[in-house]
């Protein structure tokens, strides 16, 4: 047997016994056989009643009819007549036995036809006769038994018609209902599945439209094929959106992966850097101070001196960008001193504005709260950078740092100075990494990052930065910070008003000569990290040293290394308090 050709053939009834379209044509012929026997039922049992009671007519028709020939024959005793009547009676329609009985003590009996079987009707009727004196007297009875086989016979010939027609009908109709289905439905559904199964979403969609004529008001296909472009398109999207997102979170992963990489190789360099440039510094200095150099020597010695310092300010803005950058930045806010803020860099800016002939002054208004919520190392470092770029931008004049309460009550610190100024187009993009005003015209240039990592110090204390400035006027730079909750206002640490004035250049209190000593060779050497720790020494065995501390924290922070030498042999050379 060939068995490839037996399963070819069975393919088609195989993809039928799974079509709708067959599902429905039978579902329609079951339920309309269905309706059919039930309404055919219905018919015969009207039918059957009908006939029914036209029998029991007919019969009761009987009774009546021959009831008086009958009495009058058995009155008379006339057997011939009696079978006449009889045979006539068993000759009727539906009629199957006929019986005469007379009433007595041997009666005659006279009958035509068999008795007997199912399906019958059977009645006795009285055979009256009127006897001499107007009285009636039942003189025998009359039997009779009608058969239904008649009826039957009919019901069948009429059910077979009904079911036959019905039967023909449902088919035919069956058969329009799934031709209208298959062109009007399922032709479109087929190629409505097609498509779907054909459906790429990485690819640009072409819209499915139906091989049919556009109806004048959408139906249930014209909705389905408009939610499917619909939905195509929706899914290419958001594949696109995906693919791109994808994208761009593997660019972000190399970019980030690249900028650590570049951040760790940044601070490695710049700690690399930054150690034997301390040392170079150190002995430049102890050199300076050599009295047999010749006055040429000295101020070579005194270039070697400021650029190192420079290299060393841009390997320190280097060092705090890549922080930045690699989103490792840390504040610690907590409640600062406005004043002590200020001593602690008065020193070293009051230098950078002496050796430009610059006037400059710290203002510090009496209505200032005692404290600020900030970083007290971070808020050092932001005013450094902007009075040193105050310094470096300004050739003559004042520059000078203002603080003041505003009418909200947050402090704000203001930078002023009369240099070159910035113009409008300019004060946004100054904050920018490696961005400068157009000319710095010195050899003091920095690499443009000062000010973008002010700016996100301040940010991290929850402030910003707002410039103004005119070009050939000067410029301000502030900020504002919030008060410390129930801080004092304009009392500093001991007690002592704090009054509107220019912060002094005396000597603050310092620590015995011997310490001072050590102090001085850590300054000669550029150590900076041994210059914080004995910092941070002198500060916790004595309070009344706190002010020199921090002054002299801030200057080793900066690697300002010729600002601290200056700063420590000025107080050594005007002696100590014990």
């Not at 019905?166 to 409505?192: C, K, S, Y």
């Not at 070159?420 to 015209?441: K, L, W």
């Not at 020199?548 to 080793?556: G, H, I, N, V, Y």
């Amino acid at each position: 047997m060939n068995f490839n050709a037996l399963a070819a053939a069975r393919r088609p009834f195989a993809r039928l016994r799974g079509s709708v379209v067959v599902r429905l044509l039978a579902i329609v012929f079951v339920f309309s056989c269905a309706v059919t026997v039930l309404l055919t039922a219905v018919q015969l049992d009207r039918d059957y009643r009908k006939g029914a009671a036209l029998v029991e007519e007919r019969l009761s028709d009987i009774g009546r009819s021959y009831g008086a020939s009958l009495a009058e024959a058995l009155w008379r005793l006339d057997r011939a007549q009696l079978q006449l009547e009889v045979d006539g009676i068993a000759r009727l329609a539906d009629i199957r036995a006929v019986e005469v009985r007379e009433i007595g003590p041997s009666p005659m009996v006279i009958a035509s036809g068999t008795r007997g079987g199912a399906a019958v009707f059977s009645r006795d009727y009285p055979i009256v006769r009127r006897v001499q004196g107007g009285t009636d007297r039942v003189i025998g009875t009359l039997h009779v038994e009608a058969t239904l086989d008649d009826l039957y016979r009919s019901l069948m010939r009429t059910a077979v018609l009904i079911l036959v027609n019905q039967a023909a009908n449902t088919f035919l109709v069956a058969l329009l209902i799934t031709f209208l289905l298959d062109r009007i439905v399922m032709r479109h559904l087929t190629a409505l599945a097609r498509t779907v199964d054909r459906y790429d979403y990485r690819y640009a969609p072409s819209p499915l439209v139906l091989d049919r004529r556009r109806p004048p008001v959408p139906d249930e296909l014209e909705r389905v094929v408009t939610a499917f472009n619909a939905m195509g398109a929706r899914l290419h999207r958001a594949y696109l959106d995906e693919r791109d997102a994808a994208t761009e979170r593997e660019a972000r992963r190399t970019a980030e992966a690249a900028n650590s990489a570049k951040g760790a190789f940044i601070a490695n360099m710049s700690h690399e850097l930054r150690t034997p440039l301390n040392g170079i510094l150190g002995y430049a200095q102890n050199l300076k101070r050599d009295s047999t150099l010749s006055d040429s020597q000295r101020e070579s010695v005194s270039v070697i001196l400021r650029c190192g310092e420079h290299l060393l300010g841009l390997i320190h803005d280097v060092l705090d960008f890549a922080t930045i950058e690699a989103g490792k930045l840390r504040v610690d806010i907590g409640e600062v001193e406005p004043a002590a803020v200020v001593a602690s860099i008065h020193g070293a800016i009051a230098m950078k504005a002496a050796d430009k002939g610059l006037a400059f002054v710290c203002e510090i208004a009496p209505d200032v709260p005692r404290c600020v919520r900030a970083d007290e190392r971070r808020l050092r470092q932001v005013l450094l950078n902007l009075l040193t770029n105050a310094v470096k931008f300004t050739a003559r004049g004042v520059v000078g740092l203002y603080v003041t309460c505003t009418p909200s009550g947050s402090v704000r610190f203001a930078v002023r100075d009369t240099g070159i100024g910035i113009h409008p187009d300019q004060v946004e993009t100054i904050f920018h990494p490696f961005e400068q005003v157009a000319s710095t015209g010195g050899r003091d240039a920095g690499i443009g990052l000062g000010l973008a990592i002010s700016r996100q110090f301040v940010r991290a204390m929850g402030a910003d930065i707002e410039v103004e400035s005119s070009i050939g006027e000067g410029s301000v730079f502030r900020f504002d910070l919030p008060a410390a909750v129930k801080a004092g206002r304009g009392q500093p640490r001991d007690g002592a008003p704090l009054e509107r004035s220019r912060l002094p250049l005396e000597r603050l209190p310092t620590p015995a000569v011997e310490r001072m000593n050590e102090l001085h060779c850590l300054a000669r050497m550029g150590d900076m990290r041994g210059v914080r720790r004995w910092a941070e020494a002198i500060a916790a065995a004595d309070a009344r040293h706190a002010s020199f501390s921090a002054a002299l924290d801030a200057l080793a922070q900066a690697y300002q290394s010729k600002q601290l030498l200056a700063f420590v042999e000025r107080h050594l050379d005007t002696g100590s308090e014990p």
